[in-house]
């Protein structure tokens, strides 16, 4: 159990909103988390895409304002929750979505030309709400460039606020690739302007001239996460960092990867409402029935002694669709039949189109996404192919392990690491792979996977190790309360740093205000640089505790707080250091109050003129070590 208070900010989640694979680590990872006792709810915009009726959306909150660029704009919320039902283990998750009818209500949920402003505006809203119901989270884990602009907020514009003071962040990165680059109009809609434009040295100069909201996520989360081991530390090198390897690298502490896992409740053989028989390790004979059902579906020969090779993806470069067209031929001579599913690059879909009717019979492609012949697939391939460039998690090749379909896949990202080669000599893997990107490495897997499926024995020891992992969200929630403990401590240790150096200041302002009235105004010289080369003012702290005085650098603010009261009242009783007093005080107000400087005697025409001197290091006296040579010696005396 825990007492974690989590709010979880993302642009999609199952069962509600869905474009990629986000959403269904969203639907389920707060389920996992609940499980373990953490208080968790999410928030999501009310796209009009939403049916109220099916979701059963209540309202919660009337409108309130919302701060977005100089002006403000209304958000009212809407509850639902996120269902686990039939586990009997506890409360479903809260989930809150922000309503703004111009911001939302579209038929779409991306690729509009105001999405900057739209989800500025959904994090906003959400942060906000937090306020209108008096519920502080300790973490806020936001998810991908769409919350991104959040981690930068709780260093920012929220830094001082007392609700969110002792709230952490972190930041998931589910794929690299899609940052949210924008102009820097955006800003000011966020209201950082006044902060303003962050460039990183080592960065690509096409990044530096943009506003990348996934690169502030990483820069000021307290923790930083992505959704495979192998993949958080693939995107530190130049490969695989889609630019902002940098920035990873120099945040390398904070970064964790946590391998994402599955709804065991939906992903299930045993109890799959679509498949033609329902199935365990146990009783793999049966699994024949379903590789019948797909190929009458698909219209494939059926034959239960060809290997039948399955696969659902986005038609893509990173999918690797474009290395399997350059390879298929030499993969169908090996006696093959291949079911594919899926949409994306035009070309690809016309050349896969043109290959299930070139092999009838032995291929079949299906250019849209169906959540039954989904489920067919992985349950009646004998192998399934996951070729990609990268692939940060995997989730696909997860349900195919779950559902007893042998993976063929490239070893990168979350296919490495829940993907163990098969040794032949050992018995030990669950599947087959290969490292190098090109066709015939690609091949050569499916060509091993195609010669040890002959094997029956083998290949049902290979199918059972893939369904005996544990590939559910239990261990993973574990491992993100980890990371949200590691969060809590790191952003506490700045707010109690931040508490005593407000403490320090406070009692300095008390010393200073209980000196002796008779010299009282030793405040007003410790603070002020002109005593630094003022010999007599020098002397007058001196005078006080010399051997102190010394110790400490001559450092007056830093001598007054240490130097005993003892010490103080002694001078403040002296004639002779009261005499002294005053001549350096009358001094410092001659100095203070005379209205020609050296600068106005030799440039009266440029009086009114402000000049701000930058230099990276200012040589202004020994108590202030801010200098290391010739540089800050001149910076100081100019100035």
Request: aromatic letters at 12%; hydrophobic letters at 40%.
């Amino acid at each position: 159990m825990t007492d974690l208070k989590v709010l979880m900010l993302s642009s999609e989640c199952v069962p509600f909103a869905k474009t990629s694979g986000v959403a269904d680590v969203v639907g389920s990872l707060p389920l996992a988390l609940k499980r373990s006792g953490v208080d968790v709810r999410l928030a999501l915009p009310h796209y009009g895409v939403l049916d109220a009726k099916q979701f059963s959306f209540t309202p919660l909150l009337p409108a309130f304002d919302v701060p977005i660029e100089n002006r403000s704009d209304k958000a009212a919320v809407s509850q639902t929750f996120l269902s686990r039902a039939g586990d009997g283990q506890g409360e479903d998750v809260p989930v809150y979505f922000i309503e703004n009818e111009r911001l939302y209500k579209r038929d779409g949920i991306y690729m509009f030309g105001d999405d900057a402003e739209r989800f500025i505006f959904f994090c906003r809203a959400s942060l906000e709400m937090c306020r209108q119901l008096g519920w502080q989270p300790d973490v806020i884990h936001c998810h991908d460039w769409q919350t991104a602009i959040v981690p930068n907020w709780l260093k920012t514009i929220y830094a001082d606020d007392p609700f969110f003071r002792n709230t952490a962040s972190v930041y998931t990165i589910h794929n690299l690739a899609y940052q949210g680059l924008f102009g820097q109009r955006v800003l000011e809609i966020a209201g950082l302007a006044a902060q303003g434009f962050i460039a990183h040295p080592d960065v690509a100069t096409d990044i530096n001239q943009q506003v990348d909201f996934m690169a502030r996520g990483i820069l000021f989360a307290d923790a930083i996460t992505t959704v495979s081991e192998r993949y958080a530390s693939e995107i530190l090198t130049p490969e695989f960092g889609e630019k902002l390897d940098p920035i990873l690298r120099a945040r390398k502490d904070r970064l964790s990867g946590i391998l994402n896992g599955i709804d065991y409740r939906r992903f299930n053989p045993a109890t799959d409402p679509y498949i033609a028989r329902t199935y365990d390790g146990s009783v793999l004979d049966v699994r024949r029935e379903n590789k019948l059902q797909l190929q009458r579906e698909l219209k494939l020969d059926e034959d239960l002694n060809v290997p039948l090779l399955g696969m659902l993806s986005r038609l893509n470069e990173q999918k690797g669709l474009y290395l399997l067209r350059d390879t298929i031929e030499q993969i169908l001579k090996l006696d093959v039949q291949f079911a594919l599913m899926g949409t994306g690059n035009a070309d690809l879909q016309n050349f896969f189109g043109d290959l299930q009717k070139r092999h009838a019979g032995r291929v079949a492609y299906v250019p849209s996404f169906e959540v039954p012949l989904a489920a067919k697939i992985f349950a009646g391939s004998d192998i399934y192919l996951m070729p990609s460039r990268f692939e940060p998690a995997g989730t696909n090749n997860m349900i195919a392990l779950r559902f007893g379909a042998v993976p063929v896949a490239r070893a990168t990202g979350g296919l490495a690491d829940t993907v163990q080669d098969f040794d032949p000599r050992t018995g030990q893997g669950n599947g087959f792979t290969f490292n190098d990107f090109d066709q015939w490495s690609l091949f050569g897997a499916i060509a091993r996977a195609v010669e040890t499926y002959k094997h029956r024995q083998d290949w049902r020891t290979i199918q059972q190790h893939g369904m005996r992992l544990d590939l559910s969200w239990r261990h993973s929630a574990e491992r993100y309360v980890d990371v949200y403990r590691f969060a809590v401590d790191k952003k506490r240790a700045v707010s109690q740093k931040q508490e005593q150096l407000a403490e320090d200041i406070a009692r300095t302002a008390r010393i200073l205000a209980e000196l002796p009235a008779r010299i009282r105004r030793l405040g007003d010289l410790a603070y002020n640089l002109w005593w630094t080369w003022n010999h007599e003012g020098q002397a007058l702290f001196e005078r006080i505790d010399a051997p102190l005085w010394h110790a400490l650098t001559h450092n007056p603010v830093k001598f007054l707080r240490e130097v005993s009261a003892d010490k103080v009242d002694t001078a403040a009783r002296d004639a002779e250091f009261g005499a002294h007093y005053d001549r350096v005080l009358q001094k410092f107000d001659e100095y203070m109050g005379t209205r020609s400087t050296w600068y106005d005697a030799n440039y009266p025409y440029a009086s009114d003129d402000q000049i701000a001197y930058l230099s990276f290091e200012f040589g202004l006296h020994e108590s202030l070590p801010i200098y290391s040579g010739g540089l800050g010696m001149l910076a100081g005396d100019t100035c």
